[in-house]
């Protein structure tokens, strides 16, 4: 016979599987009426982690893909508070995400009993607790997931935990999932193309109908524009007229239009914040991007030159000058970071191994990259394309979770494309810290689903990269950077990848590293960490070079 949290847990299980296929388990005692429920059912892909944080990450990873909840089961206390990085990463990026956990009865709360803590309410603003103690609170589960993207189930199970006997496999198997919620509409926007004019492309951005024919600086989340402008020549619209072979040219532009999330670059955020230029936000979600928002009782209240929609009634067309201009300001953009990278005296850097990186994928791969200068590099070195899906926690911008999501990504999109003879390539650009912060996540026990077609890229340079190109980098500074800012660790990364059974290869310059990614893409199988070995030292003066060079 079965314990009466058992029975709670089977109907819990049988209610997951109407809004998930994934499900991340994390060993516990609290969950294990759950976890046994879950793994007793036909109709759900169960994955285990042995730490939460991880688990969540990994999970964000799959759902980024698969675009459906994925939820997480943990045991009671510190367990279910491993879960909140991913769960803020969730809710800026409104990534579905479903954090499953067991807690003690509500007579133990507050009693002093062992792994007990205050679980209701614990993610705060970034989701709302349904609490579970009885099959009649189950209907609850189904409004949260299909009104809601971040979800929290808390369950409180009651000893005994288990029954004498294992659970039989249950009948009843899930074949259509429910929907989960649908996007906001913020309504119709009219907007005078005639006018010089550039699209803004960030994180979460789509293809906005009417908008395809103008010059747009697309981030390397968003979609791939038909008319691309190098976010190096953001700086250049700023400006009334630039000089260009003994010519002058008007370059101001007039209306900026914001797709989605844009966050990477400081040239493109003063863009968008300058008062002078009109400026149109689209987004599909309750969050938008206006950074001239006033200070007001009202979430949308803006200055008189910002207007908010997600859909575009267009009128007129970009003027032929306009598009030369953005033409011309792309290819002095594209130009100027290529010449840099040519320069010897820079040596090898993170930039080189994201070009490197970048110039080796191909039409079908997926490309997950970590926040700091990874993103940053891929955008300066001509992502987006097409045919590469490219992933990133822009969100909340954190490094956290980045090998869990890099190992969700590869599996959900392996699992999408089943059908090929060979497992889609994804590849992975992690920067040394980022990658350290998430070790655990290269942790897959023998049962575990795995990635079958995986390329992780260390950029490393033994510490943070990103603060020598930012003010931290002054030479008026330097004098405590490496202790505050460079944090050099000095790890040896070969052995740590040989201790977790993973093939590791290492490039120690930008043609080795070509070569290393060129044959990967050709023969790689199951998971394959590439260190590449590259300088911090000259971060500051590749980028005064970039921008020296960035001109018509």
Same mark, same amino acid.
């Given at each position: 016979?079965?314990? #009466?949290?058992?029975?709670?847990?089977?109907?819990?299980?049988?209610?997951?599987?109407?809004?998930?296929?994934?499900?991340?388990?994390?060993?516990?005692?609290?969950?294990?009426?759950?976890?046994?429920?879950?793994?007793?059912?036909?109709?759900?892909?169960?994955?285990?982690?042995?730490?939460?944080?991880?688990?969540?990450?990994?999970?964000?990873?799959?759902?980024?893909?698969?675009?459906?909840?994925?939820?997480?089961?943990?045991?009671?206390? #510190?367990?279910?508070?491993?879960?909140?990085?991913?769960?803020?990463?969730?809710?800026? +990026?409104?990534?579905?995400?479903?954090?499953?956990? &067991?807690?003690? $009865?509500?007579?133990?709360?507050?009693?002093?009993?062992?792994?007990?803590?205050?679980?209701?309410?614990?993610?705060?603003?970034?989701?709302?607790?349904?609490?579970?103690?009885?099959?009649?609170?189950?209907?609850?589960?189904?409004? +949260?997931?299909?009104?809601?993207?971040?979800?929290?189930?808390?369950?409180?199970?009651?000893?005994?935990?288990?029954?004498?006997?294992?659970?039989?496999?249950?009948?009843?198997?899930?074949?259509?999932?429910?929907?989960?919620?649908?996007?906001?509409?913020?309504?119709?926007?009219?907007?005078?193309?005639?006018?010089?004019?550039?699209?803004?492309?960030?994180?979460?951005?789509?293809?906005?109908?009417?908008?395809?024919?103008?010059?747009?600086?697309?981030?390397?989340?968003?979609?791939?524009?038909?008319?691309?402008?190098?976010?190096?020549?953001?700086?250049?619209?700023?400006?009334?007229?630039?000089?260009?072979?003994?010519?002058?040219?008007?370059?101001?532009?007039?209306?900026?239009?914001?797709?989605?999330? $844009?966050?990477?670059?400081?040239?493109?955020?003063?863009?968008?914040?300058? $008062?002078?230029?009109?400026?149109?936000?689209?987004?599909? #979600?309750?969050?938008?991007?206006?950074?001239?928002?006033?200070?007001?009782?009202? &979430?949308?209240?803006?200055?008189?030159?910002?207007?908010?929609?997600?859909?575009?009634?267009?009128?007129?067309?970009?003027?032929?000058?306009?598009?030369?201009?953005?033409?011309?300001?792309?290819?002095?953009g594209s130009d100027a970071v290529r010449e840099a990278l040519e320069n010897t005296d820079h040596g090898f850097t993170g930039l080189h191994a994201a070009a490197a990186v970048t110039?080796?994928?191909?039409?079908?791969?997926?490309?997950?990259?970590?926040?700091?200068?990874?993103?940053?590099?891929?955008?300066?070195?001509?992502?987006?394309?097409?045919?590469?899906?490219?992933?990133?926690?822009?969100?909340?911008?954190?490094?956290?979770?980045?090998?869990?999501?890099?190992?969700?990504?590869?599996?959900?999109?392996?699992?999408?494309?089943?059908?090929?003879?060979?497992?889609?390539?994804?590849?992975?650009?992690?920067?040394?810290?980022?990658?350290?912060?998430?070790?655990?996540?290269?942790?897959?026990?023998?049962?575990?689903?795995?990635?079958?077609?995986?390329?992780?890229?260390?950029?490393?340079?033994?510490?943070?990269?990103?603060?020598?190109?930012?003010?931290?980098?002054?030479?008026?500074?330097?004098?405590?950077?490496?202790?505050?800012?460079?944090?050099?660790?000095?790890?040896?990364?070969?052995?740590?990848?040989?201790?977790?059974?993973?093939?590791?290869?290492?490039?120690?310059? +930008?043609?080795?590293?070509?070569?290393?990614?060129?044959?990967?893409?050709?023969?790689?199988?199951?998971?394959?960490?590439?260190?590449?070995?590259?300088?911090?030292?000259?971060?500051?003066?590749?980028?005064?070079?970039?921008?020296?060079?960035?001109?018509?």
């Amino acid at each position: 016979m079965n314990s #009466t949290s058992l029975n709670l847990a089977q109907a819990i299980a049988a209610q997951l599987s109407r809004h998930i296929t994934d499900v991340v388990i994390c060993p516990g005692s609290r969950n294990s009426p759950l976890s046994l429920a879950l793994l007793a059912r036909e109709d759900l892909r169960v994955h285990t982690r042995i730490d939460e944080r991880t688990a969540a990450f990994f999970a964000l990873g799959l759902a980024r893909v698969s675009g459906r909840h994925v939820a997480v089961v943990m045991t009671s206390g #510190t367990a279910v508070a491993n879960t909140l990085p991913a769960m803020v990463e969730a809710h800026y +990026a409104h990534v579905p995400l479903a954090i499953v956990s &067991a807690d003690r $009865p509500a007579r133990l709360v507050g009693t002093g009993a062992s792994q007990t803590i205050e679980q209701q309410g614990i993610f705060g603003v970034y989701a709302d607790t349904v609490q579970v103690t009885e099959p009649a609170d189950i209907p609850q589960i189904a409004e +949260a997931f299909t009104s809601q993207r971040q979800v929290h189930i808390n369950v409180a199970f009651d000893a005994p935990l288990l029954g004498e006997t294992a659970l039989d496999t249950p009948t009843d198997i899930t074949q259509k999932r429910a929907p989960v919620p649908g996007w906001v509409n913020h309504g119709e926007v009219k907007v005078d193309l005639s006018r010089n004019t550039l699209v803004i492309a960030g994180d979460e951005a789509w293809a906005v109908e009417g908008l395809e024919d103008v010059p747009t600086i697309a981030e390397p989340t968003a979609p791939a524009p038909y008319h691309p402008v190098h976010p190096a020549a953001a700086r250049v619209f700023r400006q009334n007229q630039v000089s260009a072979n003994d010519y002058v040219v008007n370059t101001r532009v007039e209306q900026v239009i914001v797709v989605g999330h $844009p966050t990477l670059h400081r040239d493109v955020m003063a863009l968008i914040s300058d $008062p002078d230029v009109d400026l149109i936000s689209l987004s599909r #979600t309750t969050d938008i991007t206006n950074p001239r928002r006033v200070q007001s009782s009202d &979430a949308h209240a803006t200055d008189t030159k910002t207007r908010i929609g997600t859909t575009v009634k267009v009128t007129g067309t970009p003027t032929s000058d306009w598009m030369k201009i953005c033409e011309g300001a792309a290819v002095a953009g594209s130009d100027a970071v290529r010449e840099a990278l040519e320069n010897t005296d820079h040596g090898f850097t993170g930039l080189h191994a994201a070009a490197a990186v970048t110039d080796t994928l191909a039409v079908g791969d997926a490309l997950f990259v970590g926040a700091s200068n990874p993103i940053r590099d891929v955008s300066l070195v001509g992502m987006p394309f097409d045919g590469v899906e490219v992933y990133s926690p822009r969100g909340a911008a954190g490094i956290d979770g980045s090998i869990s999501q890099a190992l969700g990504v590869a599996i959900a999109t392996q699992t999408r494309e089943r059908d090929l003879a060979r497992a889609p390539r994804t590849v992975a650009l992690l920067g040394d810290i980022t990658f350290l912060h998430d070790l655990t996540g290269m942790i897959l026990g023998p049962e575990e689903i795995r990635p079958e077609n995986l390329t992780i890229v260390i950029a490393n340079d033994n510490g943070g990269g990103i603060f020598e190109s930012l003010e931290t980098g002054r030479l008026a500074l330097r004098g405590d950077f490496e202790k505050a800012f460079g944090t050099p660790h000095n790890v040896d990364i070969e052995p740590l990848i040989e201790g977790f059974g993973v093939d590791y290869r290492r490039a120690d310059s +930008a043609q080795e590293l070509l070569d290393t990614l060129a044959e990967l893409a050709e023969f790689a199988v199951g998971i394959t960490v590439v260190e590449a070995r590259v300088a911090r030292d000259t971060r500051r003066e590749l980028h005064a070079e970039i921008s020296s060079k960035n001109a018509f």
